[in-house]
């Protein structure tokens, strides 16, 4: 893969090959954030107007691997809630959901917060997941968030259509001479995330179609 702008090396599960009912999917979440302020690098690892946290990698003191493999080390609630929520909406096993996506965040530096504002995304997160994208080479992507979702649409505007009908969840995405079936969701750390089932309605029509 050729990784000019990609800093985060993407988690790939054993199976994405198999992929989620035959589709390669990839989760695109929104950004890593360190919150441990007392590290001597934080200040630097975290700027938010450099945006370069590959000086860092290998000398964190509290991160346990490089920090460019922090998409495998990732976990917790909303990776659950995710899991759960696609899975119920196809009747598919999800104990073993993860070793059938593949996961990366957009914003390729730690952000010093939780929260991800359209200021923290740049040109060269853009440009990091058409690099993915080719490397991996997903049917589906599904992009974790407004933000996020803002950001690509202003950088691929005229490779994107928008799906009549789907409350601006379906998108379709040439990239190179590929059409990406987008799939837009809240956060799932939002209590919105599953929208009254129009998540669940338009996964389906993707999925199952």
């Known amino acids: 893969m050729n990784t000019t702008n990609t800093f985060f090396k993407p ?15 990839l989760v695109l979440g929104a950004s890593f954030y360190c919150s441990i302020s007392q590290c001597i690098y934080h200040k630097d690892c975290t700027n938010e107007n450099i945006k370069d946290s590959s000086p860092f990698d290998d000398i964190c003191p509290y991160y346990d691997v490089a920090l460019h493999n922090a998409p495998s080390e990732e976990n917790g609630s909303a990776y659950s809630k995710f899991a759960n929520s696609i899975a119920k909406s196809l009747e598919i096993n999800q104990d073993r959901f993860w070793d059938f996506v593949s996961f990366t965040n957009y914003i ?18 853009a440009k990091a997941l058409i690099e993915i994208i080719r490397s991996l080479q997903p049917d589906i992507i599904f992009v974790w968030g407004c933000v996020i979702n ?3 649409q202003r950088s691929f505007s005229k490779d994107i259509k928008v799906i009549e009908n789907t409350d601006g969840y379906i998108w379709n995405w040439q990239v190179d001479d590929r059409v990406i079936t987008v799939i837009n969701t809240y956060h799932p750390t939002y209590p919105s995330f599953n929208d009254n089932g129009r998540l669940s309605q338009y996964v389906r029509q993707v999925f199952l179609k």
């Open 11 to 25: 988690y790939v599960g054993s199976l994405y090959n198999e992929g989620v009912q035959g589709k390669k999917v």
């Open 150 to 152: 803002q950001h690509i």
């Open 108 to 125: 390729q530096y730690f952000l010093p917060h939780w929260q991800t504002y359209l200021k923290n995304c740049s040109d060269r997160d």
